[in-house]
């Protein structure tokens, strides 16, 4: 499929960090050229994520300039010269596929063939795009971080976000029960809906109250907090004997250093 590729794009760049106000919408930023083992994809969908806003504001530290944005959705339109791998994932120009990796804010973006996937029809467009970075992170945490088991009880922080309703779902496929928070009566019916077993708010009197209630006392085997320094100590108090606490996000904040003893 012949594809005109012209020398420059749109996109949203950073040169400095900060509030929303150092984004930079560009129309003159250059098309970046595929190396040996990437692709090149026109995007039509991009993941708007946390992990986004922690580069925009420094709490993760990047070079400068920058273009934000860590997976999309879109069409390949050319391939790295030299051997490729991109044969061995079944990609190639025209084939539309979702990735992960950088600069997706933008109408074009390279990225490893490895870590791009080939969309089946079946999947409406936008799907396989909010799919990728948040369904992979909740994948992780309860297959790795915690091997959750049938019958486990979980706390689930923000689960009406992203992860938090993957995390939902995932769970309760997995036979887990979930205790799940939400800041609203909308987000907790939504985490529900998804298979939480019980829906609270973020007191933290109510929460450790239902937890030791509903475990017996003994405390969740698990915590998946992705909201950092609201919920750290809370998360802590709650979880089991020989449990696991996984703090994998900072929406309300990095957890500031703590003494283990």
Known sequence: MATSIPKTMKGVIIQKTGGIEVLEYKTDLPVPEPKEGEILIKNDYIGINYID???RTGL???PLPLTLG????????????????????NLSRGTRVAWMGTSAYAEYSCCSSAKAIAIPSSIPATHACASLLQGLTALTLVEEAHAVQKGDWILVHAAAGGVG??????????????IATAST????????????????GYGEEEVRRVVGER???EGVRAVFDGVGKSTFELSLECVGRKGTMCSFGNASGAVPPFAIS
């Open 215 to 217: 475990t017996a006392g």
């Open 60 to 62: 993760y530290p990047s």
């Open 165 to 178: 309703l993957w995390l939902c779902q995932i769970l309760r496929a997995k036979g887990a029960r979930t």
């Open 185 to 200: 009566r909308e987000k907790r019916a939504l985490a529900r809906e998804n298979g939480a077993e019980v829906v609270l």
């Open 70 to 89: 860590r997976e999309a959705e879109g069409t390949i339109i050319a391939t790295g010269p030299g051997p490729s791998s991109s044969h061995q994932h």
């Open 53 to 55: 806003t922690y580069f």
